[in-house]
């Protein structure tokens, strides 16, 4: 028990004759973590129960300086460990909604087979939008659809996305949000081609809206924090959301990359900010 090199509990045992108190601890897991420090310095300790506490003992000779660094290390232990990045209020994930959208964004692609009038009337074109003054279209795009794989691959990301994103910014302020980085992405990427012939139709700039609106809140909460690793927290947030824009938005035939990486800029610049037809017709329209 009173090995020099572990910790010792008394338990009824007898005790070294002269020991001296040089802490007392609510419970055992406080005192021995007090009793790391005194191992450190090369000495046995003793932790006694002593009543509904318990005592931090040690022979007499060098205890000043086993006080001094308890001492210290109890001043240096003051907010330690930090709260995890980003740990705050808790709010619950919103499935219902995005399931209207979901369930919208389909009753559009089906009346967009009954109506193919609908696409030439809601596409994204600069033509329509710069020389026309059809500023709707910025809006009306991002529900309609190229064929049925566009449409399940956009209502299912779409689904898990909105999803988070509400859950971060709360259902009402969300989807403002998620609207306000959607049209600002789709201006963005028309005024990009310019006068280029430039058309596009479907949810995606929304959604990557959606991942550029989490990463943007992510490093945010990580910026304003005061935890050690802040920097990390900043970095890491960013580096998945570019995987994830890549790996996601950088690839496949008629996709519109433009749309994809201004939907995701406008989004993490407001999340910084604010946190937390017939197919054959349909074939000439570059999909989002």
Not at 94 to 113: C, E, K, N
Not at 158 to 184: C, D, E, K, N, P
Not at 254 to 279: K, N, S, Y
Request: aromatic share 8%; glycine share 14%.
């Amino acid at each position: 028990m009173s090995s020099p090199d572990a910790t010792a509990v008394a338990t009824g045992e007898s005790l070294p004759a002269e020991l001296v108190v040089v802490g007392s601890y609510a419970n055992y897991t406080s005192g021995a973590e007090h009793g790391l420090v005194v191992l450190a310095m090369g000495r046995p300790y003793w932790l006694v129960p002593d009543g509904d506490r318990f005592s931090l003992m040690i022979e007499p000779s060098g205890d000043a300086a086993v006080r001094e660094q308890l001492a210290r290390f109890d001043r240096e232990s003051v907010g330690w460990p930090p709260a995890p990045l980003g740990a705050g209020e808790v709010r619950t994930v919103d499935l219902f909604t995005p399931l209207l959208w979901a369930m919208l964004v389909v009753g559009i692609f089906s009346a967009q087979q009954r109506h193919p009038h609908l696409v030439e009337s809601g596409a994204l074109t600069t033509t329509a939008l710069f020389a026309g003054g059809e500023w709707w279209r910025l809006g009306t795009a991002l529900f309609l659809h190229g064929d049925a794989g566009h449409l399940v691959s956009n209502t299912v990301s779409g689904f898990l996305v909105f999803a988070a994103a509400l859950s971060a910014f709360g259902t009402a302020r969300g989807w403002l949000l998620l609207l306000l980085a959607a049209v600002m992405g789709n201006f963005a990427s028309a005024a990009f081609n310019g006068t280029e012939p430039y058309s596009s139709i479907g949810a995606s700039t929304a959604i990557f809206g959606g991942l550029g609106l989490l990463t943007g809140q992510a490093i945010r909460v990580a910026r304003n924090s005061t935890h050690p690793h802040r920097l990390r927290g900043m970095v890491v947030p960013l580096g998945a959301g570019l995987c994830v824009l890549a790996l996601y938005g950088a690839g496949g035939q008629r996709v519109d990359i433009g749309a994809h990486l201004c939907g995701f800029a406008a989004g993490l610049g407001i999340g910084l900010v604010t946190a937390p037809a017939p197919r054959a017709k349909l074939k000439t329209h570059a999909v989002a």
